[in-house]
Antibody, heavy 116, light 114 residues
């Protein structure tokens, strides 16, 4: 069974940093693009970042460029999202997903709260 | 960026009746070389992550009931639930991947039981 499990969320102060992790299993992780999508409380879905198979191509939504970094470790079947200079508006559930034409499947998500 | 606009924002449908959700893109998501529309639909039930329902605008994901169907081309798309069931209460999102790897989602449409 294909499975994705996110971790690393929590409460952080504005300006702080957090690193999210997403562990994949049940598929050949190194052959797929991966994505992070977030959902602010009570709001819709917002694409955050995509990463190709070997980690050489990274793409971000404009609102996180220069602050967030997506990366992966294929030996550990994991993708990461390093989030720096966090703002209140980054508060959201962060989902990782495998890209196979579209996003499928999705992890359960991890909540990031940016507040003083 | 390609802007995706869904309508309506919410709708209430009686059990067994048809539900129709529209999605309009600010530019065509039809790739002329392969004649495919780079459009997906997702379902998100309360407290759950999104789940892929439809891709290439009309291809149903494995395991998705056939009461769900997608149609449209170019800039105008529709997700239809032919006979609404109680378990279909959810928020539905369209998403373009024409501009891959930069994606955009519609704002979502909430489907409830009347």
């Amino acid at each position: 069974e294909v499975q994705l499990v996110e971790s690393g969320g929590g409460l952080v102060q504005p300006g702080g940093s957090l690193r999210l992790s997403c562990a994949g299993s049940g598929f050949t992780f190194s052959t797929y693009w991966m994505t992070w999508v977030r959902q602010a409380p009570g709001k819709g879905l917002e694409w955050v970042a995509n990463l190709n198979q070997d980690g050489s191509e990274k793409y971000y939504v404009d609102s996180v460029k220069g602050r967030f970094t997506i990366s992966r470790d294929n030996a550990k079947n994991s993708v990461y999202l390093q989030m720096d200079s966090l703002r209140a508006e980054d508060t959201a559930v962060y989902y990782c997903a495998r890209i196979n034409v579209a996003a499928r499947p999705w992890g359960q998500g991890t909540l990031v709260t940016v507040s003083s | 960026d390609i802007v995706m606009t869904q309508s309506p924002d919410s709708l209430a449908v009686s059990l067994g009746e048809r539900a129709t959700i529209n999605c309009k893109s600010s530019q065509s998501v039809l790739y002329n070389s392969n004649k495919k529309n780079y459009l997906a639909w997702y379902q998100q039930k309360p407290g759950q992550p999104p789940k892929l329902l439809i891709y290439w605008a009309s291809t149903r994901e494995s395991g998705v009931p056939d009461r769900f169907s997608g149609s449209g081309s170019g800039t105008d798309f529709t997700l239809t639930i032919s006979s609404l069931q109680a378990e279909d209460v959810a928020v539905y999102y369209c998403q373009q991947y024409y501009n891959t790897p930069r994606w955009t989602f519609g704002q979502g449409t909430k489907v409830e039981i009347k």
